[in-house]
């Protein structure tokens, strides 16, 4: 049951379990995290915090994509 809305009705994939999601990060850490480095050095990296509401997560990605 959602905590906010209080809605029961949800589907969830087959992926979607604690083995999927620590084999992501495993992958994550392997082989996205060593190269950011690389790129933040060249001020290639923007960050945008995903757990804002959604309204200001996508005014900070159209921002980036425009030259902001």
């Given at each position: ?6 809605n029961d009705r ?18 994550y ?24 509401p959604?309204?200001?997560?996508n005014?900070?990605?159209?921002a980036?994509?425009?030259?902001g």
């Open positions: 049951m959602c905590d906010v809305c209080g949800f589907k969830r994939r087959p992926d979607d379990n604690a083995e999927t999601v620590r084999q992501r990060l495993g992958e850490r392997a082989k996205t995290a060593p190269i950011l480095p690389y790129y933040e050095a060249r001020d290639l990296v923007r960050r945008v915090d995903g757990m804002a959604i309204d200001e997560v005014n900070k990605i159209e980036i994509l425009h030259g």
